[in-house]
């Protein structure tokens, strides 16, 4: 099979490396994909919202597969453009149509949803400028924190949490007035804050059956003991100890099974990944959010820890055949820690010299932020620039592994966090 990948950073990378490994692929393909993708596939220069230039690459080099990365294709409607060309109609695609896609495209969309399928969810009300004063009133009289969340696709940034009234008040006005994430922040979501402990758990789906994929916890936050602002993700491990058998089959019944049953139900073929934001609190499972493609940096622990051909299962979703598809994971532990430039989530230089990353033997590295001068060098092209995941017969061995890993590689002004499943190692003793 041809196979392109759409994407660019370690999520992308992790599935070319793990599809690449399949004996049914012929040729890899990744757009725009980096530096670590081009030493396993080839990249290609489009935009992954490029709709009619990915077609006609896709017609032109026979591609036979499509794996959509980010999220920004899948609610631009890129399986709806495949589906109404007669010459890509054909072609296997992973991921949902825009109506699946909403989501995550339109938080209002997706609480309503879960509303409507009596998925365990914070309670929540969605204001928008025309409502503004009823808004103001119901965070002034809600309990703190308080969580407020910009409807649309805001690259990750579009949520905040209120510790005070005060606070709540000045950032619903900011959202709505100010359009302080331009239009995804033209409708508001304000939600209860839920405690406990947050887990992710990954889903793929044909439209009417189901893998559950390894469950992982990610870690947001920019510093040390999860403090600073929140970035795109800074590490990643799976499993999780506190996904016991018996919450995860709570998560199954009270979760998976009525979000593909719903999505069934309201005519949506979904065929790709669901990605569930969980809470557990105090053993029972709430939906924080959902996304319709693969997280990162979960992907990297995530597929570390398939031993099936992934390509079989990628397969599968596209044509409805999931349920034949054989499916193993790995009992080890994969511990991923993210390696930024330094002043990532804001500002940050790029084109800073990588070095060691060839050095590394204990772990994968994932390219993210990368790319290749012309004299073959490897130099910074982002905020979160590689992933570095270790696997393990114990939490301890993985991170040793993966922290092993990041030791051997530097440049200017990198940064990562070094307590990474560290809090897990807690909860284990």
């Known amino acids: 099979m041809n196979i392109l990948v759409l994407g660019s950073g ?19 393909f990744v757009a725009p994909g980096n530096a670590g993708t081009a030493t396993i596939a080839e990249n ?51 991921g949902p149509g825009a109506a699946g896609a909403q989501l995550e495209g339109s938080k209002d969309f997706s609480k309503d949803f879960m509303n409507r399928h009596g998925i365990p969810t914070a309670k929540s009300k969605t204001f928008t400028i025309d409502t503004l004063e009823e808004g103001l009133n119901y965070v002034s009289s809600h309990p703190t924190p308080i969580v ?28 709505l007035v100010d359009a302080k994430f331009g239009e995804a922040s033209s409708r508001v979501v304000v939600e209860q804050f839920l405690k406990g402990i947050e887990l992710s758990v990954f889903v793929l789906s044909d439209g ?33 100890p506190f996904a016991t058998p018996s919450f995860l089959a709570k998560v199954e019944e009270k979760v998976i099974k009525p979000s593909i049953n719903g999505l069934k139900k309201e005519g949506i073929d979904y065929k790709g990944f669901l990605f569930i934001g969980l809470m557990n609190m105090e053993g029972e499972p709430f ?29 599968g979703s596209a044509n409805g055949t999931l349920n ?15 390696m930024v430039a330094g002043g990532y989530p804001e500002a940050y230089e790029k084109s800073k010299e990588i070095t060691g990353i060839e050095s590394v033997n204990e772990a994968s590295v994932f390219h993210a932020g990368t790319q290749l001068n ?56």
């Open 10 to 28: 370690g999520r992308e990378h992790a599935f070319a490396w793990k599809i690449s490994q399949s004996p049914r692929c012929n040729k890899m």
């Open 44 to 94: 290609v220069n489009i935009k992954v919202t490029d709709f009619k230039t990915i077609g006609e690459f896709v017609i032109t080099n026979q591609i036979n597969l499509v794996v959509v990365g980010p999220e920004d294709p899948l609610v631009n409607g890129i399986r709806d453009y495949f589906e109404k060309n007669s010459q890509l109609k054909n072609v296997l695609l992973v």
């Open 148 to 175: 407020l969340k910009a409807d649309g696709l805001a690259a990750g940034k579009g949520v905040i949490i209120s510790e005070t009234a005060e606070h709540a008040r000045e950032t619903l006005k900011e959202m």
């Open 208 to 240: 009417t059956n189901y893998k559950i994929l390894p469950e992982a916890k990610d870690y947001k936050r920019i510093g040390e003991q999860d403090t600073g602002l929140n970035t795109g993700g800074m590490g990643a491990i799976s499993p999780v």
């Open 287 to 315: 939906v924080i959010e959902y996304n319709v493609r693969m997280g990162d940096p979960e992907t990297q622990s995530v597929l570390s820890r398939i031993d099936s051909d992934l390509l079989e299962i990628l397969e």
């Open 324 to 338: 034949e598809k054989t499916f193993s994971v790995s009992p080890q532990t994969a511990t991923t820690v993210v």
């Open 374 to 429: 012309p004299f073959g060098q490897t130099l910074t092209n982002g905020g979160r620039v590689l992933a570095v995941t270790g696997m393990g017969e114990s939490v301890e061995k993985a991170l040793e592994n993966a922290y092993n890993g990041v030791k051997k590689i530097s440049w200017q002004d990198e940064y990562h966090r070094t307590d990474i499943g560290q809090d897990i190692l807690k909860l284990l003793k």
